[in-house]
């Protein structure tokens, strides 16, 4: 069977354009593997699943000294392009076929692959929009009005915090060097969300922390802000929830085209597993310290916090654009940078960080 499989893998891939006109001819639909799901057998351990995945053109044309074959091996914490063939290779000893995924050619011209999201509308909008008697847990956001209902344009403060479930493996080389087997694994920890206008502006709506089976092995407190048992709900005086609830709240409000404003939110996004368009994501760069004189993260964080510096900066850009354009911008940003140096501040991937390790964390914002 597997040979057989490896075998028609090998002549599909041969297949010229005149082959398939041929095929077509005849009323025939020609299908291509385009993933499989094999289970690697381990004694020791009882085995575990990988995937190998064909992936799109586009994906694949970011990647620089990769064979052109698209495929790639995923499995817990490795991502790496392997050669098509060995996709459909088997052996039973070792590598058991436990799916096998095949999708029609072609079939991105003649069918209408937009989905829409299944989940129940009302019952999103139930929960943003509570109406009932809040309790103690809520006193860290107020819900939104009916009257609020995002509508797109709309600017929302977000920021993310995560705490850590395994700690990174690495080997130190003699020669000083080290290389990581494993990285930390992250779990997103707590969610805020805080008006951009209205007269509530600054004020949360959103303030979720998302509750896990996962043994935390670190909570970051001092860059994260959240403390043990605060994602216990047996125990927690916070707003404690399920990652699902939230994931879909903020599906909600990226539908609605709603525009993010936050630190890092590209990053905080792709742990989250969460696709926003870069339309919709105003990452902040501008040091909240030099344009709002705000020393923000100091002892502990705090996600409110972050957002709303997030919306103060972003502001502060809109003002400074109104008074002398994207020039004005420019000059005063070159400022900053000046000063930065002055202070013996590093510079690092468009952000400024204190090489003296101090508490205030600058971010601006992308022009």
Known sequence: MFLFLLYTFNKSMQKTDQDHAAEQAEGASLYDLVATVPHI??????????????????????KEGVSRQQWYLFNDFLIEPIEQTEAAQFD????????????????????????????????VKSDLYRT????????????????????????????????????????????????????SQMSVARITCVRGQGPNEGVPFIDDYISTQEQVVDYLTKYSGIEPGDL???VSSKHVTTLKSTYLKLRFLINAGVRFVGHGLQNDFRV???????????????????????????????????????????????ELYQEGGNH???????????KGFQ??????????????GAAVLPSVMGL
């Open 232 to 234: 216990d709900a047996t």
């Open 343 to 356: 202070l013996n501040w590093k510079w690092t991937e468009c952000t400024l960080l204190p090489s003296t």
């Open 92 to 123: 039973v000893s070792w590598k058991v076929p436990a799916i096998l995924c095949y999708a029609k050619r072609n079939y991105h011209t003649k069918y209408d692959l937009r989905s829409e999201c299944q989940h129940n509308q009302s019952e």
């Open 132 to 183: 009932e008697k809040h309790s103690k847990t809520d006193a860290t956001f107020i819900p939104l009005t009916v009257s609020e209902m995002p509508q797109a344009g709309d600017l929302v403060g977000l920021d993310a915090e995560f705490v850590k479930l395994s700690e990174e493996e690495a080997v130190l080389h003699s020669d000083g060097t080290k290389s990581t087997i494993t990285p």
């Open 272 to 318: 989250i597993n969460l696709v926003v368009p870069k339309d919709q994501v105003i990452d902040t760069k501008f040091l909240a310290w030099y344009f709002l004189g705000l020393n923000i993260q100091g002892e502990t964080h705090d996600s409110t916090e972050d957002s709303c510096t997030a919306l103060k900066l972003y502001r502060k850009y809109l």
């Open 328 to 338: 004005y911008v420019m000059k005063v940003l070159y400022e900053v940078y000046d």
């Open 41 to 62: 057998l381990d004694a020791g351990a009882g085995g575990n699943m990988v995937a190998h995945i064909k992936v799109g053109e586009t994906y694949h044309q970011r």
